[in-house]
């Protein structure tokens, strides 16, 4: 399957700021997603990244707070932004290889800290 | 009701003994069955994929699904103290072929 690199693995932030994680993967994919994973708990599907067009938003998730990018079939950029200790989380990228119903497979994660 | 549901656990069982996984799920249209495994602070692997009603096995996995019931389930034979981790059961979301809906994950502890 695709090998997915995703950055920063982890990082510590000030409230208020932005950060920008970044997924790659070595082969075109179909699909690409972002997921949030809060401390204990299971997956939750921000949106699906959209290539050459605005990504699709889960309910609860908005643009202005989660911008995302999806330039080509290999790379998707995840904005978290205006930071608060609330979104201090594991943010995961996913990709679909194929067509029909493939499954979904996992960058390593960021580990997102907000102080 | 939730739309994917797990027993959290944790579930105990002894070094290799047959660890029982369960998953229910609301949408009777789902098409598409995952389960991943998720070690501490990793991310999620896949482990099984099952589409049609029966059982699928892979080495020491056997995925077991029910459309009819609604429900999935991963059997793990002879357990290892590796299998120690939290396994998510994932449906695809109504009107998606690629969307995913996770359970909360069931947490096994595998004694030596």
């Known amino acids: 399957s695709a090998v997915i690199s995703q950055k920063p693995s982890r990082d510590i932030c000030q409230r208020g700021t932005s950060l920008t994680i970044q997924c790659q993967v070595d082969s075109q994919v179909t699909m690409m997603f972002w997921y949030r994973q809060q401390p204990g708990q299971s997956l939750t599907l921000i949106a699906t990244?959209?290539?050459?067009?605005?990504?699709?938003?889960e309910s609860g998730f908005v643009i202005d707070k989660f911008p995302i990018s999806r330039p080509n079939l290999t790379f998707s950029t995840l904005t978290v932004s205006n930071m608060s200790p609330e979104d201090s989380s594991i943010y995961l990228c996913?990709?679909?290889?194929?067509?029909?119903?493939?499954?979904?497979?996992f960058g390593d994660g960021t580990r997102l800290s907000i102080l | 009701q939730k739309e994917v549901e797990q027993n959290s656990g944790p579930l105990s069982v002894p070094e290799g003994a047959i660890a029982s996984l369960n998953c229910t799920y609301s949408d009777r249209v789902s098409q598409s069955f995952f389960w991943y495994r998720q070690y501490s602070g990793k991310s999620p692997e896949l482990i099984m994929s099952?589409?049609?009603?029966g059982d699928k096995e892979d080495g020491r996995f056997t995925a077991q699904l029910n459309k009819a019931s609604q429900y999935v389930s991963l059997l793990i034979r002879d357990s290892q103290p590796s299998d120690s981790a939290t396994y998510l059961c994932a449906v695809n979301m109504r009107g998606s072929s690629y969307k995913l809906i996770f359970g909360s994950g069931t947490r096994l502890l595998v004694r030596p």
């Open positions: 099952i589409y049609s009603n």
């Open positions: 996913s990709v679909v290889e194929g067509m029909g119903h493939q499954p979904q497979h």
């Open positions: 990244a959209n290539q050459g067009s605005e990504a699709t938003y």
